[in-house]
């Protein structure tokens, strides 16, 4: 699996929302415990949208960080970080203008001839252009139509949206073929992600022109192009780098547990304060308060935990799904960084089967 560099495609639509006129987003070196804490301290005074990695938890000695910052706070972080003697460049300097120029980009890509471009034969859709979800779900209801593919609605989401599986059948005529899982768009932002899935089933559907239809021999998919459809809907409509689900953050369960925590609702049900990172909900090591390297007990923050191991429907139906089908595979999909991580990444050290996954 290789899980693809975000590409940042704006919309018409996305841009009249948030804005990130003047924002910036920094790449920087973290070469000693002083560089670190100077990091902290400059998160703990300003608003850093880790990139990559990302969390500020994530950041190894030695490794460089990409941050985004807001258009009031550069000057003085960008001060701090010149004076603590950090290497650093600014990737970005107008992230407006970046959504836009990548708009423009992703339009050229389309009329490319340099990449392997395939014809649907069944559906006239372009699997090289970014799709809401109204578009995805008009999609998925047609492909479900071909033989040999069914749709099953395994869920809702927050906000009621369908939480779907498409799952594509082998086509060897063998008793037991392998199963295979693969997600896409857990989080909404990372809009290449989910048009990978849609990308993936376009080519194993498709009987004539595609040249990954020999992966349907012996192999029987599962794939979720967009395990959070609230966030991603989000993206399009409001703002273009919404990362969580859309759980207010209000209730009762929710109320509780921040006080159990401590965090004490802090911000919860206000702009930063709403939804969930799904990818920090599930039950893996998940702990109230102190939770695992990388998520966060605070409403605000991107990497918000939830209020309880799988609190959220979006988790419980995939997690259910995926134990139903025990898939021998699971590749999920994230953009960005082009890097493949193994399990269990709940710890930066934490003993991972690398040899062997290596080999596979
Ligand atoms: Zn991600």
């Not at 990449?115 to 578009?135: T, W």
């Not at 809702?156 to 369908?162: C, I, L, N, T, V």
């Not at 599962?222 to 969580?244: A, S």
Request: charged residues 25%.
């Amino acid at each position: 699996m290789k899980v693809l560099q975000c590409l940042l495609a704006g919309s018409a639509v996305a841009q009249k929302s948030a804005s990130y006129d003047g924002e910036i987003v920094i790449e920087a070196v973290i070469e000693s415990k002083e560089h670190f804490d100077t990091l902290v301290d400059i998160n703990n005074k300003h608003f850093l949208d880790f990139w990559y990695p990302d969390s500020l938890a994530r950041i190894k000695l030695n490794d460089s960080f990409q941050a985004r910052v807001t258009k009031e706070d550069k000057h003085d972080v960008l001060r701090e970080i010149h004076m603590s003697g950090m290497n650093y460049r600014i990737m970005h300097s107008n992230l407006d203008q970046m959504i836009a120029d990548s708009a423009a980009e992703s339009s050229k890509v389309q009329h490319s001839q340099a990449i392997n471009r395939f014809e649907d034969s069944h559906l006239q859709y372009d699997y090289f252009k970014y799709h809401n979800m109204e578009d995805i779900y008009e999609w998925s209801d047609q492909i479900a139509q071909l033989d040999g593919v069914e749709k099953k609605v395994i869920g809702k989401s927050w906000e009621d949206r369908d939480l779907f599986v498409l799952v594509i059948d082998d086509v060897s005529g063998m008793k037991n073929p392998h199963k295979v899982f693969v997600d896409c768009g857990i989080h909404a932002r990372e809009w290449v992600s989910h048009a990978f899935c849609q990308y993936l089933v376009g080519q194993l559907v498709d009987d004539t022109s595609s040249k990954f239809g020999f992966m349907r021999n012996g192999v029987e998919w599962h794939i979720m192009p967009v395990v959070n459809p609230d966030g991603y809907e989000f993206t399009h409509t409001h703002d273009r780098f919404w990362r969580k689900n859309r759980n207010p953050n209000t209730d009762a369960k929710t109320r509780a547990s921040q006080i159990e925590s401590g965090a004490y609702m802090s911000g919860c049900g206000e702009y930063r304060g709403i939804g969930v990172d799904l990818n920090r909900n599930y039950d893996a090591m998940w702990r109230l308060g102190d939770p695992m390297v990388g998520a966060s007990k605070w409403c605000t923050d991107d990497s918000y935990q939830g209020a309880s191991a799988f609190s959220e429907p979006e988790t419980r139906a995939h997690s259910e799904y995926i134990l139903s089908v025990k898939p021998e595979a699971y590749l999920t999909m994230h953009s960005y960084a082009e890097v493949i991580l193994f399990p269990y990444t709940y710890a930066i050290d934490a003993p991972r089967p690398h040899n062997y996954l290596g080999t596979v």
